[in-house]
């Protein structure tokens, strides 16, 4: 079962991304993606800046959109990766 738990722990934290995503779709507000935002720091961020130093415009809906993917698969393998570290070394001893 400790075998699974990384795995099921980025799995919920990619679903939740997913679920954080929809809400720019279906909703109006333009707070609709703060969701995504938050799932996605600090590297949304951190593109974001490094495309505004590279001289591009602000991102539109879909340039902020595969910011926050991305931010948020980088967030699921740290998970991923921390959780199964825990796992294996709680397994060890």
Same mark, same amino acid.
């Given at each position: 079962m400790r075998?699974?738990?990384?795995a099921i722990l980025a799995g919920a934290y990619a679903v $939740?991304?997913?679920l954080s995503i929809l809400p720019i779709f279906t909703g109006d507000?333009? @707070? =609709?993606?703060?969701?995504a935002v938050v799932l996605?720091?600090?590297?949304?961020?951190?593109?974001?800046? $490094?495309f505004g130093a590279a001289g591009a415009s602000s991102p539109g809906v879909a340039?902020? @959109? =595969?910011l926050a993917g991305i931010g948020i698969a980088?967030?699921?393998a740290i998970v991923y990766l921390a959780s199964r570290w825990i796992a294996r070394?709680?397994?060890s001893r």
């Open positions: 075998n699974r738990v990384p $939740l991304g997913a507000d333009p @707070l =609709s993606g703060i969701f996605g720091s600090p590297w949304a961020q951190l593109l974001s800046s $490094l340039e902020g @959109l =595969s980088v967030n699921a070394r709680g397994t």
